[in-house]
């Protein structure tokens, strides 16, 4: 499987690293062993010294498809769940002033920790507006809703579809909204779609 993720989905999230709002979604992989096996602890990796997380909506994908049309795209995935993307902040200014990938920086083993369980599409009111958010320590840091993705999951299927074909079990990282932050040892994370907690990560 492969993890497929969006940069820069939300404006106020561009704005807040000063980024420009893109005029088409900006794409990254991580490898599978970017997953946070499950009862694995998860350790600060030795290569940044300025980790941040970044929470975010997370797409299933439930079928094989290629050059997906924008309006087939809900019949590729049935079910959304949560997600951190872990930067090394560091590591990726680094990156971005040579012109260089991002891998490093984003790719690294357990960067990429999914919720245990992942909600089926129609038991969300609406679809379209998901709100999801992130406690670090116990206080809330970061507020999304889906429907404040400058791409929607139907437009960054079609997208990211024209390069990649897509497996069922592949996983899109869709993006983060504005609060992101460093964390260190001890911090707590716990992320959640609407009041339920569907992922829990303490920074060893
Ligand atoms: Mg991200």
């Known amino acids: 499987m492969k993890i497929i993720c969006i940069g820069r989905n939300y404006a106020a999230h561009a704005a807040e690293l000063k980024n420009e709002v893109p005029k088409e979604p900006v794409v990254f992989l991580k490898p599978e062993t970017a997953l946070l096996p499950k009862n694995h602890p998860f350790f600060y990796p030795d290569h940044t010294n300025d980790l941040h997380f970044e929470v975010e909506l997370v797409v299933r994908i439930s079928r094989l498809g290629k050059h997906i049309d924008e309006k087939f795209a809900p019949k590729y995935y ?13 590591v990726q200014q680094a990156c971005k002033e040579k012109g ?3 891998e490093k920086a984003k790719g690294f083993d357990h960067s990429a920790p999914v919720g245990k369980k992942f909600i089926p599409i129609e038991s969300f009111r609406d ?15 970061q507020r999304g809703d889906s429907s404040l993705m400058l791409f929607n ?3 960054i299927i079609a997208y990211v579809s024209q390069f990649y074909t897509l497996k069922i079990g592949d996983l899109i990282f869709t993006g983060t909204p ?3 932050g460093p964390v260190v040892k001890g911090d707590v994370l716990d992320a959640y779609i609407g009041d339920q907690k569907l992922l829990h990560v303490a920074i060893k």
């Open 127 to 141: 679809p379209k507006s998901i709100q999801f958010s992130l406690q670090k320590n116990g206080e809330t840091v």
């Open 178 to 180: 504005a609060g992101v």
């Open 100 to 102: 260089l990938p991002w």
């Open 153 to 155: 999951i139907d437009q």
């Open 78 to 90: 049935k079910e959304i769940g949560i997600g951190i993307d872990f930067t090394a902040r560091d």
